[in-house]
């Protein structure tokens, strides 16, 4: 819930081999990263061992940027949830270049949700609407069919441990970034629709994260959204330096909360 700790993925997506990923997180830790926010990481799965053992003494959070629902088996390509474990915190469910890309449904996002949990793995679910789903006013019922699947097997417990990422699709890599008014409304959206689904504690205790199109300049107006725990950032997390700047205005929009919570006491 906001006033928690805030939170900042970058989404390495496909870039980076294990040698670049690895230098990467050497000289990130090498920074003085704010230890009050939880920060993460996402390599790909090649880099994800590497990049884990730089990070194993430092409090960066490893993702993985996907896996399986099924423990083990006939899935050629594949990496399994088991895989995951030790490797990484966090894994990513139903980004939307999974969704629209490779064509992964509502359905593979509940089996994934679920995989990831019982191998002691916290899913990152990935929500937003096309910008002709926007267009068409269908926003909210995308949200609503997104998350009725996509959190179906999970308990109580589960979800309200669980990130949810709002990614309006039409912001995602193009430079078009959503008015922070509207990041509101669907981030309300997405704590009504876990309150509805799993109750008041679930809806409030599931952190919402923003994601599309997010820099360092714009950061900041995001972070200051009611109800939001933080940004999942794309492109301007590939640079050390931009990267940092965001994790600190993370920080700095935290310290700022608290101050104002103060004064109104
Ligand atoms: P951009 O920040 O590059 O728009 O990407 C956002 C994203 O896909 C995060 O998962």
Redesign the pocket.
């Known amino acids: 819930m906001s006033g928690h700790k805030k939170i900042i993925i970058g989404?390495w997506?496909m870039h980076f081999t294990v040698k670049q990923a690895a230098a990467f997180a050497t000289k990130f830790i090498s920074k003085s990263v704010p230890a009050d926010v939880l920060v993460g990481v996402t390599p790909n799965c090649l880099a994800l061992s590497e990049v884990s053992g730089v990070l194993s003494k430092s409090a960066i959070n490893v993702v993985s940027q996907n896996a399986y629902y099924e423990d083990e088996g006939a899935f050629t390509g594949e990496v399994s949830m088991p895989m995951l474990r030790g490797l990484a915190d966090f894994v990513l469910v139903g980004?939307?270049?999974r969704r629209h890309i490779l064509r992964e449904s509502n359905d593979y996002t509940r089996e994934k949700c679920a995989a990831a949990f019982r191998s002691g793995i916290v899913p990152i679910l990935?929500v937003g609407e096309t910008l002709v789903e926007r267009q068409n006013y269908h926003t909210n019922q995308v949200l609503n069919d997104q998350l009725s699947v996509g959190l179906a097997d999970l308990t109580t417990e589960e979800v309200s441990k669980m990130i949810i990422?709002y990614?309006p699709v039409w912001?995602?890599?193009?430079g078009e970034y959503a008015r922070p008014e509207d990041v509101e409304k669907a981030v309300a959206k997405i704590r009504a629709e876990v309150t509805s689904l799993y109750g008041a504690i679930a809806g409030a205790s599931v952190k919402v994260l923003y994601?599309?199109?997010?820099t360092r300049e714009n950061a900041r107006s995001y972070l200051e959204i009611n109800g939001i725990d933080g940004l999942?950032?794309?492109?301007?997390s590939l640079s050390v330096a931009n990267f940092l700047a965001n994790s600190r205005n993370c920080r700095v929009s935290l310290v700022l909360k608290l101050n104002k919570k103060k004064k109104e006491a």
């Open positions: 989404n997506k980004h939307s270049e990935c990422a990614e912001a995602i890599g193009t994601g599309g199109s997010v999942f950032v794309g492109g301007a």
